[in-house]
């Protein structure tokens, strides 16, 4: 069962019976704000995710994330999640600081 661990929001889990489903529509079906400024098209940063475990069970990076890394915009480390497929398995991620809503109290 695919799965997704907020580590920096208390270890907040998110759990699907489908897998193949982009990361950032698993986040906003569970009712959690996550950061999309470009609406979720691949055109931004802001909605990136920072993999601590599991990136292989993501799908492989995509044009986009690709254009991203030249620019070092994105890390190795880092996915976009309105691009990244969660194909299976779990996935550790953490909200980037850059990210982070004002509103939305995160853990360390």
Not at 42 to 49: Q, V, Y
Not at 62 to 89: D, H, I, M, P, T
Not at 92 to 108: D, Q
């Amino acid at each position: 069962m695919p799965r997704i661990v907020i580590e920096n929001l208390f270890n907040l889990s998110i759990n699907s019976e489908a897998s193949h489903r982009k990361v950032i529509e698993l986040i906003h079906e569970n009712g959690i704000d996550w950061m999309h400024a470009c609406g979720k098209k691949g055109r931004c940063t802001s909605c990136k995710i920072i993999v601590q475990e599991g990136m292989q069970n993501l799908s492989e990076p995509n044009e986009r994330e690709l254009f991203y890394r030249n620019q070092n915009r994105l890390q190795s480390n880092e996915r976009l999640s309105c691009q990244a497929v969660l194909e299976k398995g779990e996935i550790i991620v953490r909200v980037a600081e850059i990210n982070k809503f004002p509103h939305i109290e995160y853990s360390e």
